[in-house]
């Protein structure tokens, strides 16, 4: 589990500004976490992490490399049976397209 230390979206003053909800939230700011007793402090852009939202003193589960801890995030990669299904959806859906558009027999 992380910790939001602090957090900055520039977004919501120009929002303010002109009065109207942040539609597109892009906040800047630290997070920290432990592993092994040891603390490690992450500062950037929410997003390089996989957030969209960051509210300090928030506790959010993040997901680190064993190898380095330093390197975290939010985001799980496709596993190859999920990596598969999408390439054999992309597959199907061409063929379709080219047999629908250039492939099938025309009546006048």
């Known amino acids: 589990m992380a910790a939001v230390t602090d957090s900055q979206d520039f977004g919501d003053v120009a929002a303010k500004f002109r009065g109207t909800p942040n539609t ?7 997070l920290v976490w432990e592993v092994d ?6 500062r950037g852009r929410a997003r390089d992490v996989g957030l969209v939202e960051m509210k300090p003193g928030d506790r959010i589960e993040m997901l680190y490399d064993p190898q380095d801890p330093t390197r975290i995030s939010t985001l799980v990669l496709l596993g190859r049976n999920t990596g598969f299904s ?3 959806g992309a597959v ?4 379709f397209y080219v047999w629908f558009f ?4 025309r009546r006048v």
Not at 24 to 30: E, H, I, L, N, S
């Open 37 to 42: 007793g040891i603390a490690h402090r992450w």
């Open 102 to 105: 250039w492939l099938r027999p």
């Open 86 to 88: 999408l390439a054999a």
């Open 92 to 95: 199907v859906f061409l063929l």
């Open 24 to 30: 597109v939230p892009d906040p800047y700011g630290g």
